[in-house]
T-cell receptor
Framework: EDKVVQSPLSLVVHEGDTVTLNCSYE??????LLWYKQEKKAPTFLFML????IEKKSGRLSSILDKKELFSILNITATQTGDSAVYLC????????????FGKGTKLTVNP | DAGITQSPRHKVTETGTPVTLRCHQT?????MYWYRQDPGHGLRLIHY???????DKGEVSDGYSVSRSKTEDFLLTLESATSSQTSVYFC????????????FGPGTRLTVL
């Protein structure tokens, strides 16, 4: 059974801290890994990672994929209260019936 | 966002009644998806569509059916709602031919009493 595991499940930090969120996966026929940010509404897309070792960056957020060790990390530097959200990791499996498998998310709370 | 709307946004219904949720998109995306999101389970795929009248099951499809008669509309039907189907339902669309970036609708909160 395909599985995506995120850790930690929740995290509380202070503004200015740097955080690292983890996503490990066990799936058949991996294609890509996606990161989403979900506040009190629908998830919004952050990154899609397909190749190992290539860092994707957007402002204070960055992410990298390790296809050998089957994990990805999402880094947020100089956190702000607006970064408070649930961060979702999802893996795309390829094959006859492609699908997206989500982890349960990491709830990040950034306190002022 | 990709011009995705869901209706209704909130619904309370009774066990055994049929319920239909609608997802409407204005971006002409070929692929559309229905997910449910529950505490402790994250997002789970119910059904998806890869074109008009072309649909397939996801991991939690039991008790649900879908229809796609037009590119812009993807309907999710609970034939006979049960309390276990109380959830938040998200529709999503996809820009490209394979799974890549998905855009999500605002969600529908369904409560089955």
């Amino acid at each position: 059974e395909d599985k995506v595991v995120q850790s930690p499940l929740s995290l509380v930090v202070h503004e200015g801290d740097t955080v690292t969120l983890n996503c490990s996966y066990e799936v058949t026929n991996f294609r890509s890994l996606l990161w989403y940010k979900q506040e009190k509404k629908a998830p919004t897309f952050l990154f899609m990672l397909t190749s190992s070792g290539i860092e994707k960056k957007s402002g204070r957020l960055s992410s990298i994929l390790d296809k050998k060790e089957l994990f990805s990390i999402l880094n947020i530097t100089a956190t702000q209260t607006g970064d408070s959200a649930v961060y979702l990791c999802a893996v795309i499996t390829q094959g006859g019936s492609e699908k997206l498998v989500f982890g349960k998310g990491t709830k990040l709370t950034v306190n002022p | 966002d990709a011009g995705i709307t869901q209706s209704p946004r909130h619904k309370v219904t009774e066990t055994g009644t049929p319920v239909t949720l609608r997802c409407h998109q204005t971006e002409n995306h070929r692929y559309m998806y229905w997910y449910r999101q529950d505490p402790g389970h994250g997002l789970r795929l119910i059904h998806y569509s890869y074109g008009v009248k072309d649909t397939d099951k996801g991991e939690v499809s039991d008790g649900y059916s879908v229809s796609r008669s037009k590119t812009e509309d993807f309907l999710l039907t609970l034939e006979s709602a049960t309390s276990s189907q109380t959830s938040v339902y998200f529709c999503a669309t996809q820009t490209g031919p394979f799974f890549n970036e998905q855009f999500f609708g605002p969600g529908t909160r369904l409560t089955v009493l």
